[in-house]
C-alpha cells in the first residue's frame, strides 16, 4: 500500500441499513475505498479470497457463518486484511473470541464517524491498538474468566525466552494499552526505535500484530490482570 493508493475496506453486517451507514461515512473520505459488501460471513470468507481488502470490518452475529468464524478462517487463509470486530458491548466474550480468532481490533457498532475512519487508517497501518484502554479491559475480564475457570490453562510459551529483556519490557508496555509514543516516552526511546522493537517482537513470537501480542501477553501469563475486584 502507497501513499497514492486507498485502503480498500470490505463491509460485512447482516443489516443492510449499518452497512449503507458505514459506507456513507468511510466513501467520504479520499483515501478509503469501499470494494465491497457481504451479508454473511461466507460470503466474506469469499469476497476476501476475491478482492483482497486491506481492511474488514466485520460483525459478530451474522447467519450462515458468524463473524468469529469468518475472522479465524480469514487468518488462517493467509490473507492480508487485518479485521476490526463490530460488537454492541464494550465488554463482550465476541469480541474477545474474535481477537483470539485474529481480529485486530474492535468496534462499538455506535462508534463516532471521526473514530471509525480513524480505526479504519490504524488498523491498515498495523501500528497500534484501536481504543487500547478498552480492549486492555476486555482482555483482563476474560483472561482473568479463563484463569478462574482452568488455572493450569494459563503457561509461559518458551518462545518468549527468546525475547531480550527490552523486548520484553516493550511486550508489557503493549499489553498496558501504551502506544508507541507513550512507550518512547517512558525509556526514553525514539518512536522509530519502538517500531524496530515492536517489529522484532511479532517477528519472533509469529504474531500478527500489536494486539495479537496484546492477547498473546495475557494468555501466557506475561501479564497477570491488574484489578481483580473489576
Do not use: C, W
Amino acid at each position: 500500500m502507497t501513499e497514492t493508493q486507498p485502503i480498500t475496506v470490505l463491509l460485512v453486517d447482516d443489516q443492510p441499513l449499518l452497512r449503507m451507514g458505514f459506507r456513507l461515512i468511510l466513501e467520504g473520505q479520499d483515501d478509503l475505498h469501499i470494494v465491497g459488501e457481504a451479508s454473511d460471513g461466507a460470503e466474506a470468507v469469499r469476497q476476501v479470497r476475491d478482492l483482497n481488502p486491506d481492511v474488514v470490518l466485520m460483525d459478530v452475529r451474522m447467519p450462515v457463518l458468524d463473524g468469529i468464524e469468518a475472522t479465524r478462517a480469514i487468518t488462517a487463509s493467509g490473507a492480508g486484511a487485518r479485521i476490526i470486530i463490530l460488537t454492541t458491548f464494550d465488554v463482550d466474550e465476541y469480541a474477545f473470541a474474535g481477537l483470539q480468532a485474529g481480529a485486530s481490533a474492535f468496534l462499538l457498532k455506535d462508534v463516532a464517524p471521526s473514530e471509525l475512519i480513524s480505526a479504519v487508517r490504524v488498523v491498515a497501518s498495523g501500528d497500534a491498538v484501536v481504543a487500547p484502554r478498552v480492549t486492555q479491559r476486555l482482555l483482563e475480564t476474560y483472561v482473568r474468566g479463563a484463569a478462574m475457570r482452568a488455572p493450569s490453562a494459563v503457561s509461559r510459551d518458551p518462545l518468549l525466552e527468546d525475547l531480550t529483556p527490552r523486548e520484553t519490557e516493550m511486550l508489557e508496555a503493549m499489553a498496558e494499552g501504551l502506544s508507541n509514543a507513550e512507550i518512547a516516552h517512558r525509556y526514553f526511546l525514539s518512536e522509530a526505535t519502538v517500531k524496530t522493537h515492536v517489529r522484532r517482537i511479532l517477528t519472533k513470537l509469529h504474531l500478527r500484530d500489536r494486539v495479537q501480542a496484546v492477547v498473546y501477553a495475557y494468555e501466557t501469563g506475561l501479564v497477570v490482570p491488574s484489578n481483580p475486584d473489576y
